[in-house]
């Protein structure tokens, strides 16, 4: 068993039954061949919520401040997680995330870069849709929705593939594609 199945089981029996998470649309991830999963972001909780709920391991960008814990930072390095450097264009974390799509792995991107305090959708940045852009992932949208606090069950769910044909033919912008994948975030949050 590799550390990343270890934590991931660990974590699962952790954090399943104390949020009551319950998983929708698995079976619009694809079992091989790259894929980005795109989700809303309202607490800390999120990458290791969405990595228990996947079938397949994710590759997360994560903010290089959690690495400065030597401790946590060898365990989010151990679970494949990207640092990135906020605040600036991140050449050598755009070159990993590529890395990662072009291998046929899985990289999930909270694209709203930072947790919505409110829970409301906040517009994304033009990072996911770089990468949606400069690889041929299929790109799932996600929403985890509920609340940590809640009694109610935590659902994450996972949505149909979007359709980055279109967006192409229309030579859309990154953010142009970010504020697409947005959209499909926001309609499974309110169709769900």
Known sequence: M??????????????????KVKEVGTEN??????????SNHISNYDPPIVGITC??????LAKEELFKNKLFGFILKKVNTIVL???????NALRKGLEVLKEGNVLGLFPEGTRSK????KRGLAGAGFFALRSK????????????KSKEPLKVIYGKPVDMETLRENKASAQEVTDAIMNEIKKIKENR
């Open 29 to 38: 991830i694809p079992t091989e061949g790259p894929v980005i999963i795109c």
């Open 2 to 19: 590799s550390f990343y199945q270890f934590a991931k089981t660990v974590v699962k029996i952790v954090l399943k039954p104390k949020y």
């Open 118 to 121: 409110s829970g409301e959708l």
């Open 137 to 148: 992932a299929t790109v799932i949208p996600c929403a985890i929705v509920g609340s940590y």
């Open 85 to 91: 450097k906020r605040g600036m264009n991140d050449r």
């Open 55 to 60: 079938p397949r391991p994710i590759h997360f």
